[in-house]
């Protein structure tokens, strides 16, 4: 598919993707492959009035039938999953395996919601208090402003539409200025769900705000708008995070993380060669998943390393859209030098570098293909307490299993864990109490590509929030505890006397 076919098959035309002041180049050759219109403050505002009447139609419609829209995207998204991860790898880069593998993604959430639209289920709580009864009542919150970067450019979107849907809330989403096509297309198949869905689907129940940083600004300080559910950078959500508390707002954190996994002594080192593979090189290192440092014990270091080292030698490295390519190129150049900033960094603390450096110069001048780099972290720094969204492993040799489980620990950001052990006793040690501090603690599994099915996000600085499957539904909904008195007493509760006669 080129790229008016793909434009084409979702939806997408002239008008959309022409005469825009935001220009989009494409990371892999850097051509213009779009001209978005951007929204301003007054269009921003306009769109959230609008998201504010259309939750107000659309919280008197029964949640199963709210989970119906919900099912219809999750159809046309089925049709569209060629097409939209093309799109994906067009914008953001990823290989086309991805690309899909991120619709399937967006599939599944929706699979998720529309059974969970007939689960929004509550507590009934026994009373203290004679003939009373009392329950948890899980009421619709009002627009949720949704946050999201270029890296995953529809799926985020779509953990948090599908989930908020469900729970009667519309709403509002600004995508990365990096993405905003993919986020265009979404929003057409969902205007196509909702042509097919019927009136019942009120205007203005999902909107996309496209540009920079002004409208997020607008959005996050906007009191019509009680969640904020906000995925990328720790710098971006310590803004957001702050700016929505000080309105006593909700927010949903899902921020960077710092991601190792634990090769022990008693690894089976096929599985984890191929977990720290996929876990390093895959969306070029830029998943807040991604595994960017690597614990291995003394025993297996040697076995261990020169395999990964000659494996990201190999990787097929190249067009996105290419089947056998395996890694896309970085997004920007930006992402480039932030990248060589940070092996400097290493270098000049006692690392050595394999690999890391540019590659596809002459093919394509103006895109940033990197081969992925092992830092064998060999001097005084015993540990790397930054994240850098590029393919850098850095390998860390250890010892006693209770100090890498420290290493891992000891980082500001708390998303995503591995061990790869076949010992039981380690493998309980690592996701207990005193195991990994992070929201994703995995056994013989690599720290990134988690299904849909559990709650997604970490701890510390990565926010606390949790998007996705499990109970994350309560996170877009109103709580009320409600008690109700069926007798013909007025008796108070803690046995308080209180005698108005
Ligand atoms: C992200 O990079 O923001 O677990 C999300 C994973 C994906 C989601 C990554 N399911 O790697």
Request: glycine share 10%; proline share 3%; charged share 20%.
């Amino acid at each position: 598919m080129n790229t008016q076919e793909i434009y084409a098959a979702l939806g997408l035309s002239d008008a959309d993707v022409k005469g825009g002041d935001l220009k989009v180049y494409s990371p892999i050759d850097g051509a213009e492959i779009a001209a978005v219109k951007m929204d301003t403050v007054a269009g921003t505002e306009a769109k959230i009035a609008k998201s504010v009447e259309a939750f107000k139609a659309w919280r008197n419609v029964t949640a199963p039938r709210r989970g119906e829209l919900v099912r219809i995207l999750g159809n046309i998204l089925r049709d569209k999953k060629e097409a939209l991860g093309s799109l994906v790898s067009l914008e953001a880069g990823k290989i086309y395996q991805e690309g899909l593998g991120e619709v399937q993604e967006m599939i599944d959430i929706c699979d998720y919601a529309v059974g969970q639209s007939r689960m929004l289920h509550g507590l009934t709580i026994v009373s203290e208090r004679p003939l009373h009864k009392m329950r948890e009542i899980w009421q619709p919150l009002g627009p949720v402003g949704i946050i999201s970067a270029f890296n995953f450019p529809v799926a985020v979107w779509s953990w948090n539409a599908a989930l908020a849907l469900v729970c009667g809330n519309s709403t509002i989403w600004k995508s990365s200025e990096k993405s905003p096509v993919t986020a265009l297309a979404c929003q057409k198949l969902f205007d196509m769900a909702c042509a097919e869905f019927g009136d019942d689907a009120p205007a203005g129940l999902s909107q996309v705000l496209t540009g920079d940083r002004d409208i997020g600004e607008t959005m996050v300080a906007s009191e019509s708008v009680p969640l904020i559910s906000a995925t990328g950078s720790c710098a971006m959500g310590r803004i957001v995070g702050a700016k929505v508390a000080g309105r006593f707002g909700k927010s949903i954190l899902e921020l960077g993380g710092n991601n190792a996994i634990t090769v022990t002594a008693h690894a089976d080192l096929d599985l984890a060669f191929q977990g720290i593979v996929f876990g390093t090189v895959g969306t070029c290192g830029q998943r807040c998943t991604t595994t960017r440092r690597l614990f291995v014990h003394e025993d297996v270091y040697d076995d261990l390393i020169p395999r990964i080292k000659s494996a990201f030698a190999g990787v097929s490295i190249g067009n996105p859209l290419d089947e056998n390519t395996l890694m896309g190129p970085l997004i920007d150049e930006d992402s480039f030098n932030n990248m060589q900033n940070a092996l400097e960094v290493a270098k000049s603390n006692g690392g050595e570098v394999t690999g890391g450096g540019r590659t596809l110069a002459d093919e394509y001048p103006n895109a940033y293909y990197v081969n992925a780099a092992l830092v064998e972290m060999k001097g005084e720094m015993n540990n790397i307490k930054t994240e850098t969204f590029a393919p850098i492993l850095y390998v860390f040799k250890y010892t006693d299993l209770d100090d890498a489980i420290h290493r891992q620990n000891d980082v500001p950001q708390g998303l995503s864990s591995a061990i790869f052990t076949t010992n039981i006793l380690e493998a309980e040690t690592f996701t207990s109490e005193t195991g990994s501090d992070c929201g994703i603690a995995n056994v013989n599994i690599g720290t990134s590509g988690a299904e849909i099915g559990g709650a997604f996000g970490g701890e510390k600085e990565t926010g606390g929030g949790r998007e996705s499957g499990s109970d994350a539904w309560r996170g877009y909904m109103r709580r009320m505890t409600s008690t109700v008195n069926y007798s013909t007493e007025l008796p108070l509760a803690q046995g308080i006397k209180f005698d108005t006669e």
